[in-house]
């Protein structure tokens, strides 16, 4: 995937707004005095950030652990490669899916191409959910060596920030 | 359905519908607050109320852009394996490095999973030889070759009371 040029004002942009947006009645204009532009070329920017999928989506942002979702598990699956691309499509349409890719396989230490994150409030919950997707994948699984899928369960999250830019003034 | 009550907070209404309705198309206009005010039928006021509580209690990790990295820089899913007793001395020096936006624990010999970001690739595999280099494990490096769904929404309904039957 090629990366999309973003300009210097652009790049101020996400320093200012990758930890949010101040709490305040007008959060816009707080963000163009601090680019010093206008508040329209502000929106303009924002909304012209959202078409070219920079910012994916401006959002209230849970913390899905303080939700209750505190279980998400990494489903990983050794499918043919032939048919990678229909089959991940479906994986990606469950709405249990959160995240679902194709990477590549390193032999021997890994045998995985297909990639779904499931979350769940419970174990059992996210455990059901793994066994939906091999239902839905008995068809294409095979195995390169070893098991045909696996699911890595996460423990702890020992660090969690979203995007990093630095700021080009430190 | 019983939770833990420290981990799952009972949400009022307007909490809520914050939340299922705003995980995206949150308002791009002069006074966003207000949209929501109108639509949920509240002052201004009420809903950057709201919203501050949640951000106090953490159930709000953060209102405002969501950047796709993929498009700004670019990134890796990246795993190493190391022994279990080593995990947290190996996962503190991975955290060190700015280029390190997420880091798990996962039950599998490959016991540390973090996603890499960098302003380009020739910056990325320099951070990817930095960690090897700084940790004495070899990196599984895993990018993304296609992506199919991205962003699921959280429904949060947990207050039995004030709820329709359903």
Known sequence: MTAITIT??????????????????KPYHWLADKLAISVEETLAMTKDLLDRGVIRRIAAVPNHYKLGYKFNGMTTWDICDERAQEFGEKVGQLPFVSHCYLRPRHLPQWNYNLFAMVHG????????????I??????????????????????????KTGLRLRNGKK | MQLDPL???????????????????FPVCSRPFEVLANEFDVSEQAVIDCLQTLDDNQVLSRLGPVFDHKKAGASTLAAVAVPMDKMDEIAEIINQFEAINHNY???????????????DQEALDIAIKDIETATGYEVLVLPMEKSFHIDLSFDVCFKPTKQKAS
């Open chain 1, 8 to 25: 210097e004002l652009e790049r101020q942009y996400i320093v200012l707004t990758q930890d949010g947006l101040p709490l305040v009645p």
């Open chain 1, 121 to 132: 409030r419970t174990e059992q919950e996210i455990k059901e959910k793994q066994h939906q």
């Open chain 1, 134 to 159: 091999k239902e839905l994948l008995s068809d294409v699984l095979q195995t390169h060596q070893g098991q045909a899928n696996d699911i890595l369960t996460s423990t702890r999250i020992l660090k």
């Open chain 2, 7 to 25: 981990s799952a907070p009972v949400l009022d209404k307007l909490s809520q519908q914050i939340i299922n309705a705003y995980q995206r198309g």
């Open chain 2, 105 to 119: 624990a996962r039950e599998h010999d490959y016991n540390l999973w973090f996603v890499v970001t960098a302003s």
